[in-house]
């Protein structure tokens, strides 16, 4: 399995806070199937201190650790980069915090905003050359509460990304059912942990997903040609339909 959303980096943002806690989140990932994973540790005004620098320099100090420790887990650099800073950062510097190297980049849309000025503003870092993955809408309160923006960004070139604890029974109600929906209206292009640690918001993307009634050539798609394509800046191509869609979602007013 491919994994693109992954806070693996210790002491930098609200992932593991010792080497230690990285190596165990490292290898709770390793066991559960990941072979790939991409560390993306938040870039925004929250953590101004976090730059592409520091980011590929801490991928690289715990590639060795992971050597040492032999856990066999390729790791490699990214940032899970706010929608407020991606549009003012450099291309060099917003470049450098793609996934691996590649010309995506997972954004962070704001959790409060107007649908316009977020579609506008993920527009803008589009036309600079970047292929826009959306990190968790159906966790985001305006993607989540309105599928049709979700849809209105894709049709405009972007790709989502839920975190396979959408689908478990532990998230809320109106979070698995806008994952849920999203799958079935083919608005989902990989399915990722977003882990932090490995207790709370732990790296189980193979063992949710299979428990979830996802087929195997489901799971192919969603953990490993969607984040592939992805991961090499191309298009992942049309997802399978996964359910049916719902005309209405429960928490939504008529």
Known sequence: MIDLHFHALPGLDDGPATTDDALALCAAAAADGTVIAVATPHISFEYPEIDAATVQAGVRTLRAELRR?????????????????AIELPDEELRALTLGESSTVLLELPWHATGSGMAAAVARVADRGFQVLIAHPERTPLLRDDPDLVRGLVESGACCCINAASLSGRAARRTTAAARHLLAEGLVHAIVSDAHDTV????????????????????????????????????PGPPPLVGRPRARLPWRRA
């Open 200 to 235: 709370g918001r732990r790296p189980a993307v193979r063992s949710i997903l299979a428990t979830a009634g996802f087929s195997r050539a489901e799971l192919t798609y969603f953990t490993e040609e969607g984040p592939r394509a992805l991961l090499e800046g191309a298009s």
């Open 69 to 85: 420790a032999g856990i066999a887990l390729d790791l490699r650099a990214g940032g899970e980069v706010a929608l407020t800073r």
